[in-house]
């Protein structure tokens, strides 16, 4: 079946610190690849998307690639900012079945 | 443009009753789902619409949970009778077809419910 497997948090770091979430899939087929990010209070958003083997989503200098070889679909930023604290959400779509891993808490410290 | 609206933000109500949450997808949305978050469970999909069809319903807990879509733009999630195991906070999300470019979902604030 379809399955997301993300890095346990909470993760904590101090800013400007490089970030690296890490997310591996199961999935028959080619499911496309999604990071969410879910703010205090709110729901979900979709922070970068990749639909295919190699491709690298990237937004607000957060960026992932999917990987084929080894099913993952690593979250990495270069410098954080108190403001990227948040819970992060590793994603696929196969073909309608969505199914989202456990969201990796992550405080950012001045 | 709105987004995904759902109502009420916040619902607090005793074990018995009926709680009745709501959700305005975007609209051009073909498909629209509701989720279930706790700390326990993380997020669950509960069920999902395509053009207002019911197509996967497995996620439901049981019989007193129910969901409907009568139109393109308003779907309810219904809970009767409530338990206080059912607290927890309730998305909408919707979204354009999927398929091979499968679309992202856009979630609703959510609806933090409370079951005393």
């Known amino acids: 079946g379809n399955s997301v497997t993300q890095m346990e948090g909470p993760v904590t770091l101090s800013e400007e610190a490089f970030l690296t979430i890490n997310c591996t899939y199961t999935?028959?087929?080619?499911?496309?690849l999604f990071w969410y990010v879910q703010y205090p209070g709110e729901g979900l958003q979709l922070l970068l998307k990749?639909?295919?083997?190699?491709d690298k989503g990237s937004n607000k200098g957060f960026e992932a690639t999917y990987r084929k070889e080894t099913t993952s679909f690593h979250l990495e930023k270069g410098s954080v900012q108190v403001s990227d604290s948040a819970v992060y959400f590793c994603a696929l779509d196969n073909n309608n079945d969505m199914r989202f891993g456990a969201g990796t808490r992550l405080t950012v410290k001045p | 443009d709105a987004g995904v609206i759902q109502s009420p933000r916040h619902e607090v109500t005793e074990m018995g009753q009926e709680v009745t949450l709501r959700c305005k997808p975007i609209?051009?949305?073909?498909?629209l789902f509701w989720y279930r978050q706790t700390m326990m469970r993380g997020l669950e999909l509960l069920i999902y619409?395509?053009?207002?069809?019911?197509?996967?319903d497995s996620g439901m807990p049981e019989d007193r949970f129910s969901a409907k879509m009568p139109n393109a733009s308003f779907s309810t999630l219904k809970i009767q009778p409530s338990e206080p195991r059912d607290s927890a906070v309730y998305f909408c999300?919707?979204?354009?077809?999927?398929?091979?470019?499968?679309?992202?979902?856009?979630f609703g604030d959510g609806t933090r419910l409370s079951i005393l």
């Open positions: 619409f395509n053009n207002n069809v019911p197509i996967d």
């Open positions: 999935a028959t087929g080619y499911p496309s």
């Open positions: 990749a639909t295919k083997a190699d």
């Open positions: 609209s051009g949305h073909d498909y």
């Open positions: 999300a919707s979204s354009l077809k999927t398929g091979p470019f499968n679309q992202p979902q856009h």
